[in-house]
Antibody, heavy 121, light 113 residues
Framework: EVQLVESGGSLVQPGGSLRLSCAGS????????MHWVRQAPGKGPVWVSR????????SYADSVKGRFTISRDDAKNTLYLQMNSLRAEDTGVYYC??????????????WGPGTLVTVSS | DIVMTQSPDSLAVSLGERATFNCKSS????????????LAWYQQKPGQPPKLLIY???TRESGVPDRFSGSGSGTDFTLTINNLQAEDVAVYYC?????????FGGGTKVEIK
């Protein structure tokens, strides 16, 4: 059974940092693009970042470029999102999502349950 | 960037009836080389992550009931739910993956009348 489980979300002050993790199981983690998608309360999902199967190619939404860093450890089947210089508008539920083999951008067939990040003083 | 616009924002449908709602992209998401529309639909229930229903605009994900169907091409797309069931109450999102960055619509909330 494919599973993705995020962790690391919490309340943080503006300007602070947080590192999210996403543990994958039930599939060949190292073979797929992986993505982070976030959702502010009452809003639609917004794509945040992606990383290719071997970690050599990463991309970011303009809103987080220069502040967030995506990475992966395939030995641990884990995806990360390092978030620095956090702003109030970064508040939301952060999901890791599985992409599709062969496509840098695709539909997301599995999502984790999400982890809540709240940026507030 | 491609902007995805969904309509209506919400609709109420009687049990057993049909629900139809739309998604419009600001640019085509049809790739002429393979004649595929790079468009997916998701269902999201409260407190849950989005669940993939349809990709390539009309291909149903494994395990999704056949009362869900997707149609459309280019910039205009429709998700139809036939024989609406109580468990279909949710917010539905479309997503384009044709051009970077991938983008979601604002959602359509489906309720029971």
């Amino acid at each position: 059974e494919v599973q993705l489980v995020e962790s690391g979300g919490s309340l943080v002050q503006p300007g602070g940092s947080l590192r999210l993790s996403c543990a994958g199981s039930g599939f060949t983690f190292s073979s797929l693009w992986m993505h982070w998608v976030r959702q502010a309360p009452g809003k639609g999902p917004v794509w945040v970042s992606r990383i290719n199967s071997d970690g050599t190619s990463t991309s970011y939404a303009d809103s987080v470029k220069g502040r967030f860093t995506i990475s992966r450890d395939d030995a641990k089947n884990t995806l990360y999102l390092q978030m620095n210089s956090l702003r109030a508008e970064d508040t939301g539920v952060y999901y890791c999502a599985r992409g599709t083999a062969g496509y840098s951008d695709s539909w997301y067939d599995y999502w984790g349950p999400g982890t809540l990040v709240t940026v507030s003083s | 960037d491609i902007v995805m616009t969904q309509s209506p924002d919400s609709l109420a449908v009687s049990l057993g009836e049909r629900a139809t709602f739309n998604c419009k992209s600001s640019q085509t998401v049809l790739y002429s080389s393979n004649n595929k529309n790079y468009l997916a639909w998701y269902q999201q229930k409260p407190g849950q992550p989005p669940k993939l229903l349809i990709y390539w605009a009309s291909t149903r994900e494994s395990g999704v009931p056949d009362r869900f169907s997707g149609s459309g091409s280019g910039t205009d797309f429709t998700l139809t739910i036939n024989n609406l069931q109580a468990e279909d109450v949710a917010v539905y999102y479309c997503q384009q993956y044709y051009r970077f960055p991938p983008a979601f619509g604002g959602g359509t909330k489906v309720e029971i009348k």
